[in-house]
């Protein structure tokens, strides 16, 4: 699509600290915190996954002397609009259903990409402009050549994503809705529950460096939507904050 360049940004982005293990396992068995070297008696607590965001924002980093860690963004302006096409074949119903479930997932949902994920960048919204079913018997039935064997269906686009999820229910032995991590992601890509900024804020190295010391990890999804915040209020531009963490025992059995 057609669309204008918007405001460069300088940022400097979140990097995966092996360090902060509180946040990254979780014990087997019951609360407490374990280490890299608990080996058989840890799990990851989780995905990375990015929270969206209300708006656009940007660290104070007034502090920041070093300005080689910074990364340059060109994002696109708001409203930009893009059409692109997925071409796929020998797909069950099932399959594709679960093709477009991952494009479309549910009501009300978005989702985020690029680099400026943290700072409330790329959040876009996916519709479905088409879908196009080959039809074997027109491209080998007919007497005539048939340049076009193809039958429009997007209005089937729901019925088959109902059915995918059917086929889930089948090996899981229950909604795939209910399993924790799907039901997380679908929380932070829920365009109408998206937390206040003060809940997925980056957190200041100050925080950072007292949560390590309390070892106690970051909220989970649910916690954070229900309110739980930072314990201080301290200046933004630290750690990331916006990064929670799903269960990993349901990730195991997807």
């Given at each position: 699509g ?12 979140g990097?995966?600290?092996p ?8 014990p087997?068995?019951?609360p407490g915190?374990v280490?890299?070297n608990?080996t ?6 989780g995905v990375k ?8 924002f940007?660290?104070?980093?007034s502090?920041m ?13 708001k409203?930009?609009?893009?059409e692109?096409?997925i071409?796929?074949e020998?797909?069950?119903r099932?399959?594709?259903?679960m ?7 549910e009501?009300?949902?978005?989702q985020?990409i690029?680099k400026g994920k943290p700072f ?7 519709r479905l402009k ?11 039935g007919g007497?005539s050549?048939c ?6 269906a997007?209005?089937e ?7 995918a999820?059917e ?9 795939v809705t209910?399993?924790p991590s799907?039901r997380n992601?679908?929380?932070m890509k829920?365009?109408?529950k ?5 809940r ?9 460096g007292q ?6 990890p970051?909220?989970?999804v ?7 915040q930072l314990?201080a209020s301290a200046p933004?531009g630290?750690q ?6 799903e ?6 059995t997807?």
């Amino acid at each position: 699509g057609e669309t204008e360049e918007g405001r460069e940004r300088s940022v400097i982005p979140g990097e995966p600290k092996p360090t902060s293990f509180v946040n990254y396992l979780r014990p087997v068995k019951g609360p407490g915190v374990v280490s890299y070297n608990d080996t058989g008696h840890f799990l990851l607590r989780g995905v990375k996954q990015y929270w969206l965001k209300k708006g656009v924002f940007t660290p104070d980093y007034s502090r920041m002397k070093n300005k080689n860690v910074f990364s340059v963004l060109h994002p696109l302006d708001k409203g930009a609009k893009f059409e692109g096409k997925i071409r796929f074949e020998n797909l069950t119903r099932g399959e594709l259903g679960m093709v477009l479930w991952g494009l479309l997932l549910e009501e009300n949902s978005n989702q985020n990409i690029g680099k400026g994920k943290p700072f409330g960048l790329g959040r876009i919204a996916l519709r479905l402009k088409g879908l196009y079913l080959e039809e074997k018997e027109g491209l080998y039935g007919g007497d005539s050549l048939c340049l076009a064997p193809y039958r429009e269906a997007s209005g089937e686009a729901k019925a088959l994503i109902a059915e995918a999820k059917e086929d889930m229910k089948k090996f899981l032995g229950h909604d795939v809705t209910e399993e924790p991590s799907i039901r997380n992601f679908l929380l932070m890509k829920n365009a109408v529950k998206i937390p206040p900024a003060d809940r997925t804020r980056y957190m200041a190295l100050e925080e950072y460096g007292q949560q390590r010391q309390d070892a106690i990890p970051l909220p989970d999804v649910e916690d954070v939507i229900k309110g739980q915040q930072l314990r201080a209020s301290a200046p933004a531009g630290g750690q990331e904050r916006g990064k929670s963490r799903e269960t990993a025992a349901a990730r195991k059995t997807l």
